[in-house]
């Protein structure tokens, strides 16, 4: 079993859909394009940035606090 922790850390101006990613060719390797049933999975640094530019993103909402 796993667990995750998450809070919001981006907003988007605009949802990014599975039609709009599909669409997009930097996308092309997101498992997300192979498999459209997950809910959960790993995203690269490059194909995360390449989403926050599709969807309108802000930069983040708060700072993240160090881990000591």
């Not at 809070?7 to 997300?32: D, F, G, H, N, R």
């Amino acid at each position: 079993a796993y667990l995750f922790n998450w809070q919001l850390t981006y907003k988007l101006a605009e949802p990014v859909t599975l039609k709009v990613i599909k669409a997009c060719p930097a996308l092309k390797t997101l498992l997300l394009e192979r498999h459209s049933r997950l809910s959960v999975m790993p995203v690269s640094a490059t194909d995360f940035e390449t989403i926050l530019k599709l969807g309108g993103g802000t930069r983040p909402l708060r700072a993240k606090k160090s881990q000591d």
